[in-house]
C-alpha cells in the first residue's frame, strides 16, 4: 500500500531533516501541498509547508463513490492498513487539521463521490469538526456517516491491533517450544 503512495510520489523523506513529507496534487498533477511529519522516536514535529493549498491536502482519487476523510495523513494511512481489500477503488483526504477544505475540492473535482465517511479523531476537536461538516454536507444532500476510532486516533488503532497481534504470535512461539 505505501509503494503506491510513494510510487505516484506522494511521500517522501526529506533530504535535510529526514521528515515524511506528505504531498497533494491538484487535478492537472502539480504538487499544491505538503505535510511534514517527524520521522525520529522522539520527534513531535509536524507541519505543512507554508505555501500550501488546503484544498489539495495529501489525498488519493478512486473510483468508487465513497470518500474518507481524516485529520492527518498518517490516520488515513493506518486506516487503509486496517481495511486493504480494495483500497486503491476508494477515495481518501488527510486535511492536515480539522478543516474541511480537500473534502469540498474533491467533491467538486470528482461528481462520482455520493458519500462521506467522516473519519476524524476520537477527541473533542475531531466531534466538533465531524458534526460541523456534517451539517455542511446534509444542507448539500450529501449521503455522510461518522466513524470514529476506538482510540484517540486510526493510527493508535493500527497499534493496537499490531501489538496484540504480536502478543499472540509469541505466545504462539512459546506453545510450540514447550510442545
Same mark, same amino acid.
Given at each position: 500500500?505505501?509503494?503506491?503512495?510513494?510510487?505516484?510520489?506522494?511521500?517522501?523523506?526529506?533530504?535535510?531533516?529526514? /521528515?515524511? +513529507?506528505?504531498?497533494?496534487?491538484?487535478? /492537472? !498533477?502539480?504538487?499544491?501541498?505538503?505535510?511534514?511529519? !517527524?520521522? !525520529?522516536?522522539?520527534?513531535?514535529?509536524?507541519?505543512?509547508?507554508?505555501?500550501?493549498?488546503?484544498?489539495?491536502?495529501?489525498?488519493?482519487?478512486?473510483?468508487?463513490?465513497?470518500?474518507?476523510?481524516?485529520?492527518?495523513?498518517?490516520?488515513? @494511512?493506518?486506516?487503509?492498513?486496517?481495511?486493504?481489500?480494495?483500497?486503491?477503488?476508494?477515495?481518501?483526504?488527510?486535511?492536515?487539521?480539522?478543516?474541511?477544505?480537500?473534502?469540498?475540492?474533491? @467533491?467538486?473535482?470528482?461528481?462520482? @463521490?455520493?458519500?462521506?465517511? @467522516?473519519?476524524?479523531?476520537?477527541?473533542?476537536?475531531?466531534?466538533?469538526?465531524?458534526?460541523?461538516?456534517?451539517?455542511?454536507?446534509? +444542507?448539500?444532500?450529501?449521503?455522510?456517516?461518522?466513524?470514529?476510532?476506538? !482510540?484517540?486516533?486510526?493510527?493508535?488503532?493500527?497499534?493496537?491491533?499490531?501489538?496484540?497481534?504480536?502478543?499472540?504470535?509469541?505466545?504462539?512461539?512459546?506453545?510450540?517450544?514447550?510442545?
Amino acid at each position: 500500500m505505501l509503494y503506491s503512495f510513494a510510487h505516484n510520489k506522494m511521500i517522501y523523506e526529506s533530504k535535510k531533516h529526514h /521528515n515524511a +513529507v506528505f504531498v497533494g496534487y491538484d487535478t /492537472n !498533477g502539480i504538487p499544491r501541498h505538503a505535510h511534514k511529519r !517527524g520521522t !525520529g522516536s522522539e520527534s513531535t514535529y509536524k507541519g505543512n509547508a507554508p505555501s500550501g493549498v488546503p484544498e489539495y491536502s495529501f489525498h488519493w482519487h478512486g473510483r468508487s463513490p465513497y470518500v474518507c476523510l481524516f485529520e492527518a495523513p498518517i490516520d488515513m @494511512l493506518s486506516f487503509i492498513s486496517m481495511h486493504k481489500k480494495h483500497w486503491k477503488e476508494h477515495s481518501y483526504a488527510a486535511a492536515c487539521s480539522v478543516s474541511d477544505r480537500v473534502l469540498f475540492q474533491m @467533491l467538486e473535482d470528482n461528481p462520482n @463521490l455520493k458519500e462521506v465517511f @467522516l473519519c476524524l479523531d476520537n477527541d473533542e476537536a475531531g466531534h466538533k469538526a465531524a458534526k460541523r461538516i456534517s451539517d455542511k454536507l446534509f +444542507v448539500r444532500g450529501v449521503k455522510t456517516h461518522i466513524l470514529a476510532p476506538t !482510540g484517540k486516533d486510526w493510527n493508535e488503532d493500527l497499534l493496537v491491533i499490531r501489538a496484540r497481534e504480536n502478543e499472540s504470535e509469541v505466545t504462539e512461539s512459546c506453545q510450540m517450544s514447550l510442545s
